[in-house]
């Protein structure tokens, strides 16, 4: 996403500016903050967000809008930022699990603060979107963002939150009769989760624009599965559905007979076997994991099942590169937490052994040594 929204978020460029305001919503040049000051209360509402102070955060909020900057700006510009970067210091080991969810509590509420606000007023006059979060995605603010963002531009958003199933959307769908869902998927593992979603929403003839980084920086996956089209970030997606919606019908993709293929299914059906055989052999083969806390064989198997998840997904969509991009992630953020790459390779090393009579499935593991600088 060009704008850090993360349709889910993610750091980035300069956002696309977006069409013009309307005149009465345009303010006096001199009182929009210059781009310094936006650096400067992106700063502000990033330390408000890991102090869990609500206050501060509406309190920026409010300022920002009255001195003039327009609400979207404030949501890709100020919001949007701040929170992509818990997520870079969540990875960095120098925030923990609980301060990223309080911050990312935080966010949520400042949103809810300028949707309400005077100057964030804007009454419908385009269509109808349903806004929703693939069936186990739980990462909804992303989601939140891109549909205030919507919203702002005169869109009826229905937003449904995270975690929507697709036979529940459909009957949302049913019920409303939207002009488009946006599907927002922020993890590939969810991927197999937002075919069914795309699937089901194009079988009752609405179409989808999908967004996030679980679908590819480019929007790979979201082509592959059967989207209509992909957004790279809160404005695209606006500019979409605003420029060329809705779009042509797509045919089906000739190239997806891979999908749900038998190596995929024999993975995600075998992952509680493949977590737990692993766990037992990596006993074996570390010595140094049997004296590891309750705790530590909870994070060990946790990560585990973590890469058997990419791993599915991965040959679900028949790209390697989804999978060792994971491995490499994963590297990092271990490095930054003192466990040595070491560690994951031997971990892979123990599940491609345990692959027997999956030539894709190794394949794809012995890539991911590789990306760590294991042996494939």
Not at 59 to 88: F, K, N, T
Not at 97 to 107: D, G, K, L, T, W
Not at 166 to 186: F, M, R
């Amino acid at each position: 996403m060009t704008d850090g929204t993360a349709f889910p978020p993610g750091p980035g460029p300069a956002p696309h500016p977006g069409p013009a305001p309307h005149p009465e919503a345009v303010p006096h040049p001199e009182a929009v903050p210059a781009r310094q000051d936006h650096d400067d209360l992106v700063r502000e509402f990033f330390d408000a967000a890991t102090e869990a102070d609500e206050e501060a955060a509406v309190a920026l909020v409010h300022r920002a809008l009255e001195a003039g900057l327009p609400p979207e700006r404030v949501l890709l510009d100020v919001i949007a930022p701040a929170q992509a970067r818990v997520g870079e210091e969540w990875a960095a080991a120098r925030l923990s699990v609980a301060r990223e969810h309080a911050a990312s509590a935080v966010s949520d509420r400042a949103i809810a603060a300028l949707s309400v606000h005077p100057a964030a007023r804007a009454a419908p006059r385009r269509g109808r979107v349903t806004m929703a979060c693939v069936d186990g995605e739980w990462h909804a603010l992303p989601a939140r963002l891109v549909a205030e963002t919507l919203r702002l531009r005169g869109w009826r958003v229905d937003f449904l939150g995270a975690h929507v199933p697709p036979q529940h959307l459909v009957q949302y769908l049913h019920a409303t009769g939207p002009d488009a869902v946006a599907l927002s998927c922020s993890i590939p593992t969810r991927l197999p989760a937002a075919h069914a979603a795309i699937t089901a929403c194009r079988a009752v003839g609405v179409p989808v624009l999908a967004g996030g980084p679980g679908f590819g920086a480019d929007g790979r996956y979201a082509r592959l599965l059967g989207a209509d089209a992909w957004a790279a970030s809160a404005t695209d997606a606006a500019d979409r559905l605003e420029r060329d919606w809705p779009p042509p019908v797509r045919p089906a993709d000739g190239k997806a007979w891979h999908l749900a293929g038998r190596e995929y299914g024999r993975v995600a059906g075998a992952r509680s076997r493949l977590v737990a055989e692993a766990l037992e052999a990596l006993r074996e083969e570390l010595p140094e994991t049997r004296s590891y806390t309750s705790r530590q064989w909870e994070s060990t198997a946790e990560d585990l099942a973590h890469i058997v998840d990419f791993l599915a997904a991965s040959l679900y969509v028949d790209d390697e590169r989804l999978f060792t991009d994971f491995v490499a992630w994963t590297a990092a953020v271990l490095s930054a937490r003192g466990v040595p790459t070491a560690s994951l390779a031997a971990g892979l090393r123990l599940l491609e052994g345990l692959l027997r009579g999956l030539p894709r499935a190794r394949r794809t593991v012995g890539a991911g040594l590789a990306a760590v600088g294991g042996s494939g």
